[in-house]
């Protein structure tokens, strides 16, 4: 029976936090569809943890917030620019396409998954003519896909760019929290200008849901028909909104993705092997060879080999030292 | 603050059962997007129930389960044949128009939200030309959108005059449970032909959870694939599974739709307004002009006057017979 | 062999004056896409007519020509308030819901194919709520499906109810030539605030070619990659516009519509059916038993059962008086 | 003014034998929507054309004829393999995705736009899971974009291993005249399980209109209704048909096609400048600085510089030799 601890930072339960407020919203009856109390309360939150006014709606899956969201942006005949790693570009099965009905993704290339600047104004730069879908939105991933973190003043001259030539700026935070227990500040980013962003919470530790955060104030209109529409709009709300409850009011969120980016760093720090990226976030990126790869796989760890060729190990709030060190010894003898 | 007991059948919370297991299957770390233990047995339960071979696969609301398989039963210029009060027709913001580019939906009559066999095989004999959406696929409710069950014979006939033209034949079951609760047989609709069954688990008593279950071989190809481009594959997948397991290991799925329907009958005889449809499942649809209404509002409960002009009391399995007596008392003061 | 001539205003071929404009402009090298001297000229002509500022497009249908335009005008989470007869609600094969993405038809009744205001303004009056799809645009039809043509103040009553609400207002004009030549004045479009009208060719004597005519600036917005991405941007898009300079310069565009209907008002005066609709346009449309309908086939003149039950007899550019006098002696002596 | 004679092979006018069958079709009235004999008439001389029993439409534009016939081929979920300088990928402002509703495109290389074997058979290879859009048909171009021609062993070894797992295969004959020019045999294309073809009537010197061609029998299914819902069911098909009788009967669709191949090659052989690509087709691509080309504009020359960055000069049934010797005489003093 292989071992998934750090296949992904998706293979993990929800944490006890999220458990107890699952439990604690559960008794009586409350109106469907986001319009109750749990919703309400869990929306507050998330303002309060952004500092900024915005509408909160909350989905099952990342790949649906960014994709739904993305379609609010850009027009099928428009396009999104991505970085070429970006999950949206290449871990959604299309999905962005499918809800932007065929909308195009431009993609970006940058190190360790951040958008490089001079690209960014490249693609702007290129001429608005109708053989090609011309960007109208750009999407940012902070922490990125290679476990790396945008520095504040990078991603405000990324979005500041897009925003200069009339782009709208989204931001995919699957693992935003991941970010900001590496010293990124949440509030920033409605200041920065970014129009929506879809917070993670699968990955921080929840039970399915994701928080599509809504800036401005245009693409709000009819949001929840939109919702509706694109089959997002549970009626049992609150179970989605709840987890946000158990993970924000008790610093949870925080406090688990600092565990976690601990974890990647103790993991990091005793690597045999050749690590890529910078380890800022939950992850660690290491050169691996395919046949070192089985054997780890044979010796019952079962981890990816990432789109861009390296071996990922993610970490985890639930990752414990102890399992660092297990998958540390396997390393050790196989490398 | 008003009371939304009998608002919505939605409107309760996760039954203890659903609970249970959700706390029971949340240790240690899982495969994700249903490659998971948890869905793998809880799926076991669902062919069980169905006494059929099927793909299962979770989604988090019944509007993307209709709307993903309907996309997958019809081409974008084809359409889809539904009771004119059908919830796919109705009440989902048009979502299967979305998941399926345009796909057309050919309304049909019926008493209490049952199709009507002449109505069917009138649109089947309507010639098959370029300039209209001809249809390819059937989609029947049961329990109906009106508290009707459907007689086995007569999904039957339905099913084969729609299988015998070639169409494929969906089953919108968001209250299936209600309808084996008054005497359906869930293990009949393998056997009559069903294509795709939506099985409802949210109207049921979980957390946001609905199983599409294939029974078609063709409409299974890289159908994991359809449930993430379209938004619906859910990397924890063992939350949207585990439910089921809680509800059917222990007989609770069944037990506690038939407690609603028990409820419902209680309050329709206590019903000091006409009832207008049979009251067979968990849902009570009354005469009650405008000023009444708005009288059962300023006494607190919050009711919705339904698509047929009638005012709709749903049950579920959290109604309380005190529950159901306190809003008796009321509908008597007011009648 | 059945003659076809009545069976509608499509079955002609192209008037002289614009195979003439075809062999006219044929010569030499052109730029493609529109960027052409002989687009430009086309749409001058076509803004002259309409005494408005636009920006004018050649799409090879009319379909094409309304779905495209429509669904600029709704986000697929919203509607498009129609008559229930309307092509585009009854005769696209759901091309709207196809370019649109989904995006809903709101159907609303009328005599003869001419929306009640009444029905209208209950249908803006509806709450906006997210379960179902609200509109945001309306469309008019003028001729009407049905050959009547809308009063000046009728047409004006109902944009001006629809822009009140701040819907945009979209005119289907296959027929407008006609309906000019009733007496309707063509510069009163964009006074009254349609925002876009689909200007007919085919139906006006052309070969293919409806012109897409956007007063408003807000759709303008890459609406050349917008042709494009929906498969209408034709490379050699001279012999889209060459017709309308023939029809336009020559007058032949208005002299033949009133051709076109005047031969519609002799059809009529002869006819030995019970005439349903007014007469105010090309068509004439009558009471006519299957049998008899059956005998006149028999006869050998090919005419459509329309879809409100009558038998629509279509006149056009190409009608002749003989033509009229030969199916009246047939329908005379069937009747 | 500059001369656009060498920009475009679509900047050319219609050949003298298209415009004759325009006008000899036009009297008369004719069932509309492709139901008329011009349309048999002109499908029977493609059929003949290809040795092969097949459905054959008509639309008017490639974009729309490929768009259309790829979402036939694969599921929105699903991808296209197809070159990555193809017409699909690159120039179609992603009327693929939009027709297919986000169906993929996967791109592959290959030298002047020729897939390589290698390149396909890797990607056939690549596991299928549903994280990513699997590809189920590919597109071929023949002649490629960049004016080469497949030997038709190629093309049958690329189709062989496409049809081998199970894909389906589309060609892009935008330029098949061309290649039939250069000794490709069209009556190969049925038989080595081409499923359908969009063959080019623009470019080899028609008025707007592409025949698209479906061998496959399944994807015959309601193709009808496919065309009038995806906006290209044009009423007065006669004048689509048309333009293909006039080409065939008279044998001007291969003669001309040969003369704009024989320009091509009196261009390429006096070209001061590198030329890249083989020049099998109507295209001559050579290697030129900004500056250079600036020169040749400033000279009254409009040219592009095309998507690998070579400069493009095209000619087509239109070019003169007397108009080659000019640009050549231009190329010499700039160079």
Chains 1, 2, 3, 4 share one sequence.
């Not at 915005?54 to 970085?83: M, Q």
């Amino acid at each position: 029976m292989a071992r998934y601890d750090f296949a992904s930072d998706n293979v993990a339960g929800a944490m006890p936090e999220v458990m107890e407020a699952l439990a604690r919203f559960n008794d009586g009856p409350a109106a469907g569809y986001g319009a109750d109390e749990v919703s309400t309360r869990a929306s507050d939150l998330i303002r309060g943890l952004l500092d900024a006014d915005a509408e909160v709606r909350f989905v099952a899956s990342g790949t649906a917030g960014n994709a739904l969201t993305l379609a609010a942006l850009a027009a099928p005949h428009e396009a999104i620019l991505a970085h070429e790693a970006s999950h949206v570009a290449t871990d959604e099965t299309g999905a962005p396409g499918f809800f932007g009905s065929g909308v195009g993704i431009v993609s970006l290339p940058g190190a360790a998954g951040r958008i490089d600047l001079a690209a960014l104004t490249g693609a702007l730069d290129r001429p608005d003519e109708p053989h090609w879908q011309f960007p109208t939105a750009l999407t940012l991933t902070n922490a990125t896909e290679f476990g790396a973190v945008y520095p504040q003043t990078d991603l405000e001259a990324l979005a500041g760019a897009a925003k200069a030539k009339g782009l709208k700026v989204h931001l995919d935070g699957a693992r935003l929290a991941n970010a900001v227990a590496h010293g990124f500040d949440p509030k920033s980013l409605a200041r920065m200008g970014v129009d929506i962003l879809v917070l993670g919470g699968a990955k921080a530790g929840s039970t399915p849901t994701e928080a599509v955060v809504l800036f401005d104030q245009g693409v709000r209109r009819r949001f929840g028909a939109r919702l509706k529409h694109g089959g997002q709009l549970v009626s049992k709300a609150r179970f989605m909104a709840a987890p946000w409850i158990g993970m924000l009011e008790s610093g949870a969120w925080a406090e688990r993705a600092r565990h976690a980016n601990a974890m990647a760093r103790q993991l990091a720090a005793a690597m045999p092997f050749k690590v890529v990226h910078p380890v800022e976030a939950n992850g660690v990126f290491v050169e691996m060879d395919e046949a070192t790869l089985e054997r780890l796989r044979a010796a019952g760890w079962f981890v990816y080999r990432f789109i861009d060729g390296t071996v990922r190990f993610m970490c985890s709030w639930a990752t414990t030292p102890e399992a660092v060190e297990a998958i540390t010894e396997t390393l050790r003898a196989i490398a």
